[in-house]
């Protein structure tokens, strides 16, 4: 099984021991991973902006790098799911199918491919969890309020392999961050505002650590809880399922 | 005219405002997921709901058709009106033609996207908005600022203020029920000395000719039933084909609204009464184009409940009045394009795409799909400040050559290490309020080629 | 004319294919205890439900409750000694505005539904359309066996009803207009007190 990593740009860039964590994991896991070097982005960034129409060249060059993968694992639910709706390839177009057929965001491929039971992670801290929306709503890695439905969560039953670790209820278990992509600096008013309120949220259950399955819900939280001096770290979830101590 | 960000930079200048305006919608949110997960089958109700709209918009025309034929059955009077004009000439028409000048109206969207209320007072009309909320901002001057909860952006402190302006009640006094109380004697005289009433319409069905009209107030039925005329003006879509099919969406208004079991009254009009007019206005405006636009022809399955707008993390945020259209929040989102793109460009970017009003939706209107879809109509119609598509263009270069998007990737990093006032500066939006990330030494990228060098089977 | 043919020519270019209408998607909940739903119901909502075996116990609770009111409207025949007024057709050449003054109204309704606590009325029923509105206070009567379980069931009920005006009504009249804070007594009825009588039959 050729498992492809999909590293996305703003991780590459400024995250880069998030991308470390998620490879150690899978290969701790025993999976042959692959990672082309030649890699950028999914092109959201454009998509969300109204400019789908100039993605087409980053799509053939997706496709072009994951085409000969069995499946493709992404640390992050929004880049995964841009991936699965929005991946056009008019000159390749079974590859991209298959591509958005065998994308994962890593936490579902965990519990849906891998089935992982077992994790050997430590990580004695109170956690809160934020459901990043691309990654609950979107690719359903957990139930959500909106809807009668019978609860679940992906990165909770992750989350509770883990040794020690203490996971906090929240007021409001599903809100959105405000990051939003572009959003984040268009609208940044109502932007940080959701931001500050969906801390606050955590630092009232006393959380030590925020935790999500996408990073820019976490680096958009980070750069509110800097601006507070508060000592509360983000952290993504792969780092704490990687965490060994 | 502002656009959504900057009212809502205004907006949040109140921090303490827009905290309490957050949780009152987030409450009525809650009751809303009590009442429905109090409902066995919830979710099988949404698909039928769904599904039966599906079908209406398929049959748009034939059931227009038997519902008026029904209706002149009936005895009621059916007009039709191609847009906001005509609807307000029409109605222009019947005061002029019964000699009235002044009538009664109860809550109606329509109306407000008509804007019905400025065209009959600059035609000399008296209109008297009976809804409480919708009274108390006419009071103000102000356009509703929620479908279901017209004047949910004012505190009681503000009503009092108003009250005491316009109705006489003491200074100071802020209790609500005497604020209702005092709403409830100004209005009964109202009602019983105005001959026309205008109503909404909730549900109009075809195969009986009959509408419905759903309050708590109790205020379209007083102002109805004691009008020797009553117009009811409704939107072509709010149309069903068989009375049965009521008991579907009455289970679900009320309750994706606020919480209850069902609206207190679930008037039924059918025929006028003995020695009263009853006329109905079905409106296009810009419906039927709508209709025509395969990606956005669901949100005429909409039946106003407001649940999208409770849910909205941005409206909670940013209040009604930012959206700057008749109906505000995500469906005001996806219709006002449609009435006009240009005004309303930056409407579908007033989201962070979070999904939470596709699944509150009682009748599954994919309602964030549509606001991406929104986004790109809008760039191709050249309605996107050519600033943006610059960077755009730069961005896409950049993403799709590996290479550049190394160096790029490397000056942004080289730059928040080494030069970080270049980018923490107040020119920088997420600055503003926010600390940038720490850059790393390294890219990914390098840390791979560095340390799994062997098993770099790339090409 | 030239609108609607408009109108009628742009739906038809712009309307979707066919779309079915769905069939047994949804059904009801079954197998509670109607009487005790519908009472929860009703108490949600703001209005109160009295159990009771003998219709002259409505009289003793209205002197008690209703000593002040002066002007009292039923249809019901058997409490035409609290009613200072019995609805007939007397009634109709009235106009609707001279029921301003009504303190009380006592009416019998056909059926009333679990679910949401909702009792439909008709035109028939009130002889004027805006009765249980002007009214100041308001009493429904229904027969415990004419409780039905669901909306569904009603207007299976109703489907082939020939009436003028119907309403559904649940609960006295209320707003929340004013910050959320619930107020009973909009423009419609102050309270509404259901009595449920005889025994639930099966």
């Known amino acids: 099984m050729k498992v492809g990593l999909f590293i996305p740009c703003y991780i590459d860039q400024l995250y880069p021991k998030v991308a470390v964590a998620t490879l150690e994991l899978l290969e701790r896991l025993g999976l042959d991973v692959y990672y082309p070097t030649r890699q950028t982005c999914c092109g959201q960034p454009l998509a969300n902006s109204g400019y789908s129409h100039l993605t087409y060249d980053i799509d053939e060059l997706f496709t072009h790098n994951f085409e000969s993968c069995d499946y493709v694992v992404s640390p992050s639910g929004s880049c995964t799911l841009h991936i699965k709706e929005h991946l056009h390839n008019y000159k390749n177009i079974g590859s991209a199918q298959h591509i958005k057929k065998h994308i994962y965001e890593l936490v579902e491929f965990l519990t849906d491919v891998i089935k992982v039971e077992n994790l050997k992670a430590t990580f004695p801290y109170r956690v809160g969890l934020h459901q990043s929306c691309h990654g609950q709503r979107g690719l359903r890695l957990a139930s959500m309020t909106e809807r009668v439905e019978v609860s679940f969560s992906k990165p909770k039953h992750l989350l509770s392999m883990v040794n020690g670790l203490k996971l906090i209820d929240l007021t409001r278990e599903d809100e959105c961050c405000g990051f939003g992509g572009t959003f984040c600096v268009t609208e940044e008013a109502v932007s940080v505002r959701m931001g500050q309120d969906r801390v606050a949220d955590h630092l009232n259950h006393k959380a030590q650590y925020i935790t999500a399955a996408d990073m820019s819900c976490l680096m958009h939280m980070q750069g509110i809880l800097k601006r507070q001096n508060s000592n509360v770290q983000v952290i993504h979830i792969a780092e704490i399922l990687n965490a060994t101590l | 005219m502002k656009d959504h960000a900057q009212l809502a930079e205004a907006f949040n200048k109140d921090k303490e405002r827009v905290t309490w305006h957050d949780e009152t919608l987030w409450f009525v949110r809650t009751k809303r997921d009590k009442a429905a997960h109090k409902f066995a089958g919830w979710e099988q109700l949404r698909e039928t709901a769904s599904q039966i709209k599906n079908n209406v918009l398929s049959n748009l025309d034939s059931y227009l058709l038997q519902f008026e034929a029904n209706a002149i059955k009936n005895g009621i009077t059916v007009h039709w009106a191609k847009d906001a004009a005509q609807h307000n000439q029409i109605v222009l028409s019947l005061l002029q033609k019964h000699e009235i000048n002044s009538m009664v109206k109860s809550k109606s969207m329509l109306t407000e996207e008509c804007h019905l209320n400025e065209f009959l007072q600059h035609n000399g009309v008296e209109v008297i908005d009976t809804d409480l909320g919708e009274r108390i901002v006419q009071f103000r001057n102000e356009p509703p600022s929620h479908i279901v909860l017209p004047a949910i952006h004012l505190k009681k402190e503000d009503v009092s203020d108003t009250f005491h302006e316009h109705l006489g009640t003491k200074k100071g006094n802020s209790d609500p029920q005497y604020l209702t109380e005092a709403a409830r004697q100004h209005l009964r005289e109202t009602f019983l000395t105005r001959k026309l009433a205008l109503t909404g319409v909730n549900f109009a069905v075809a195969e009986t000719g009959e509408f419905v009209v759903c309050t708590n107030e109790g205020n379209a039925d007083m102002g109805a039933h004691l009008a020797n005329l009553h117009i009811a003006s409704m939107g072509l879509e709010k149309i069903i084909p068989r009375r049965e099919d009521l008991g579907i969406f009455l289970n679900l208004l009320a309750r994706s609204a606020t919480g209850q079991p069902i609206t207190t009254y679930s008037s039924h009009f059918k025929r006028p009464r003995n020695g009263q007019e009853m006329h109905i206005i079905l409106v296009d405006n810009g419906r039927s184009i709508q209709l025509g636009r395969k990606d956005f022809r669901n949100s005429l399955k909409c039946i106003r409940c407001g649940a999208c707008m409770n849910t909205c993390p941005v409206y909670r945020r940013s209040g009604g009045h930012s959206y700057h259209t008749a109906v505000a929040g995500p469906i005001g989102s996806i219709l006002a394009p449609n009435l006009d793109m240009e005004k309303n460009k930056d409407l579908p970017f007033a989201s962070t795409l979070c999904g939470s009003c596709t699944n509150v939706c009682p009748v599954k209107i994919d309602i964030h799909d549509q606001l991406y879809k929104w986004r790109q109509e809008i760039v191709k119609s050249g309605y996107s400040p050519k600033s943006k598509t610059i960077a755009m263009k730069a961005m896409s270069v950049s993403l799709s050559k590996p290479m550049v998007y190394d160096i790029s990737g490397k000056a942004l990093r080289f730059t928040l290490r080494y030069a970080p006032f270049v980018i923490n500066n107040k020119l920088n939006p997420w600055y503003k309020q926010r600390e940038m990330p720490a850059a790393p030494e390294s890219s990914f990228k390098k840390w791979y080629e560095k340390n799994r060098s062997k098993k770099n089977n790339n090409e | ?202």
């Open chain 3, 1 to 202: 004319m030239s609108s609607k043919n408009d109108i009628l020519a742009a739906i038809a270019a712009n309307k979707p294919d066919p779309q079915p209408l769905p069939i047994g998607l949804y059904t009801p909940e079954s197998g509670y205890n109607l009487t005790n739903r519908f009472i929860e119901n009703v108490t949600l909502i703001g209005g109160a439900v009295h159990q009771i075996s003998i219709i002259s116990e409505i009289e003793q609770f209205i002197s008690t409750h209703f000593p002040s009111a002066i002007r009292i409207i039923t249809n019901n025949k058997s409490l035409k000694n609290v009613g200072t007024l019995l609805l007939n057709n007397d009634l109709d050449k009235q106009i609707p505005h001279e029921l301003e003054n009504v303190d009380l109204t006592i009416l019998d309704a056909p059926f009333g539904v679990a679910e949401n606590g909702a009792i439909w009325i008709t035109d028939e029923l009130l002889h004027h359309r805006v009765l249980p509105f002007i009214t100041q206070h308001l009493i429904l009567i229904i027969k415990e066996s004419s409780i039905v379980a669901s909306l569904q069931q009603a207007y299976s009920m109703i489907n082939n009803q020939d009436y003028g005006y119907g309403v559904f009504i649940s609960g006295p009249s209320k707003t929340a207009d004013i910050e959320q804070s619930l107020v009973i007594g909009a423009h419609g009825s102050r309270s509404l007190d259901v009595f449920i009588t005889g025994q639930a039959s099966y």
